[in-house]
């Protein structure tokens, strides 16, 4: 990988937990419109596997996958003013968080339904071979998730057709506050994918270059041909499952081991070490995502919210 690229990841990094971090502040203002889900201790997923993305293919985020959507050529403005449902939000305040997407930019809007992205993006995958375009999609999944009968329906309709399709599970050792131990009678997803005959690995969601090969490896296998991909990334979810979740359910000596491995902190210090990045390039990149967050915040602060009146455009088909 070159120099750039791994300070682009580092940008995307930090971009998103400084961009989770503003909301966090718009929330506790009461302007944040719902609820707020956060990514705190999962950056490198969402960022790895987008960036290994190819400018084709598609992906699906889902509320976790802030980065993604920042890699995919989203403004934290557009995150902002979304979960604010500001009129310059991608719905224009017709939908919150992280309900929207964009064909142009291989980007299908998430649904709350846990699991029904995964069909979805088969459909996406199947129709793709159909039109000869060596394209690649790629969604996620929450260990809980993985209990969903779309899920199952899904990685085997995909295992079966041998589509190419990538699915990406967050491993973040809760379902909201079921731990994965009284969730299901085993250890690591893969074994789910494994009984449909679909290829898989284990990969630490927390070594952001990690994740990065490894989707790298998916996604050229399910571009060969070979069939659907199985990605599980181990992580923690370092919050509750929301803001209004204080994830006291979650033991403290769990949350100080994972602390310990905090993502950005990891490969901050291996591009300091391994990669001779100096702290002077790294604090640029700081302050280019400070600079970043202050002029979007300020957008979506400034921004209008919706005229009633225009409440039901873009929601029939004329």
Same mark, same amino acid.
């Given at each position: 990988?070159?120099?750039?690229? @791994?300070?682009?990841?580092?940008?995307?990094?930090?971009?998103?937990?400084?961009?989770?971090?503003?909301?966090?502040?718009?929330?506790?203002?009461?302007?944040?419109?719902? &609820?707020?889900?956060?990514?705190?201790?999962?950056?490198?997923?969402?960022?790895?596997?987008?960036?290994?993305?190819?400018?084709?293919?598609?992906?699906?985020?889902?509320?976790?996958?802030?980065?993604?959507?920042?890699?995919?050529?989203?403004?934290?403005?557009?995150?902002?003013?979304?979960?604010?449902?500001?009129?310059?939000?991608?719905?224009?305040?017709?939908?919150?968080?992280?309900?929207?997407?964009?064909?142009?930019?291989?980007?299908?809007?998430?649904?709350?339904?846990? &699991?029904?992205?995964?069909?979805?993006?088969?459909?996406?995958?199947?129709?793709?071979?159909?039109?000869?375009?060596?394209?690649?999609?790629?969604?996620?999944?929450?260990?809980?998730?993985?209990?969903? &009968?779309d899920f199952h329906e899904?990685?085997?309709?995909?295992?079966v057709w041998k589509l190419? @399709?990538?699915?990406?599970?967050?491993?973040?050792?809760?379902?909201?506050?079921?731990?994965?131990?009284?969730?299901?009678?085993?250890?690591?997803?893969?074994?789910?994918?494994?009984?449909?005959?679909?290829?898989?690995?284990?990969?630490?969601?927390?070594?952001? @270059?990690?994740?990065?090969?490894?989707?790298?490896?998916?996604?050229?296998?399910?571009?060969?041909?070979? &069939?659907?991909?199985?990605?599980?990334?181990?992580?923690?979810?370092?919050?509750?499952?929301?803001?209004?979740?204080?994830?006291?359910?979650?033991?403290?000596?769990?949350?100080?081991?994972?602390?310990?491995?905090?993502?950005?902190?990891?490969?901050? $210090?291996?591009?300091?070490?391994?990669?001779?990045?100096?702290? $002077?390039q790294l604090d640029g990149?700081?302050?280019?995502?400070?600079?970043?967050?202050?002029?979007?915040?300020?957008?979506?602060?400034?921004?209008?919210?919706?005229?009633?009146?225009?409440?039901?455009?873009?929601?029939?088909?004329?």
């Open positions: 990988m070159k120099r750039q690229d @791994l300070q682009r990841i580092y940008y995307f990094l930090t971009l998103n937990r400084a961009l989770e971090e503003r909301l966090l502040s718009f929330y506790m203002q009461n302007k944040v419109v719902g &609820g707020l889900y956060r990514s705190l201790g999962q950056e490198a997923i969402s960022v790895g596997t987008a960036y290994a993305l190819e400018p084709d293919d598609w992906v699906a985020p889902l509320i976790r996958n802030v980065g993604a959507f920042l890699v995919k050529g989203y403004r934290p403005r557009d995150l902002f003013t979304q979960y604010m449902a500001k009129a310059t939000s991608p719905t224009a305040g017709r939908d919150c968080n992280t309900h929207f997407g964009d064909c142009s930019r291989g980007v299908v809007a998430p649904i709350s339904m846990l &699991g029904a992205m995964i069909p979805v993006m088969a459909g996406v995958a199947w129709g793709s071979r159909l039109q000869g375009i060596p394209r690649v999609a790629l969604t996620y999944i929450g260990d809980g998730g993985t209990s969903t &009968g899904g990685l085997n309709l995909a295992s190419p @399709l990538v699915v990406v599970a967050e491993h973040n050792q809760f379902a909201y506050s079921t731990p994965v131990h009284k969730q299901m009678a085993i250890q690591d997803l893969v074994e789910r994918a494994k009984a449909y005959a679909m290829a898989s690995e284990i990969v630490d969601g927390n070594d952001v @270059l990690a994740v990065y090969e490894a989707t790298r490896r998916a996604l050229d296998f399910s571009r060969s041909g070979q &069939g659907a991909y199985f990605l599980e990334c181990k992580t923690m979810r370092m919050r509750g499952h929301a803001e209004h979740d204080d994830a006291r359910y979650v033991p403290a000596e769990l949350l100080a081991e994972w602390r310990e491995r905090d993502p950005i902190d990891r490969f901050r $210090q291996r591009l300091l070490g391994e990669f001779d990045f100096t702290q $002077q990149v700081d302050a280019q995502v400070a600079a970043l967050i202050e002029e979007d915040a300020d957008f979506a602060d400034r921004s209008p919210f919706p005229e009633g009146s225009q409440a039901l455009g873009g929601v029939f088909a004329s």
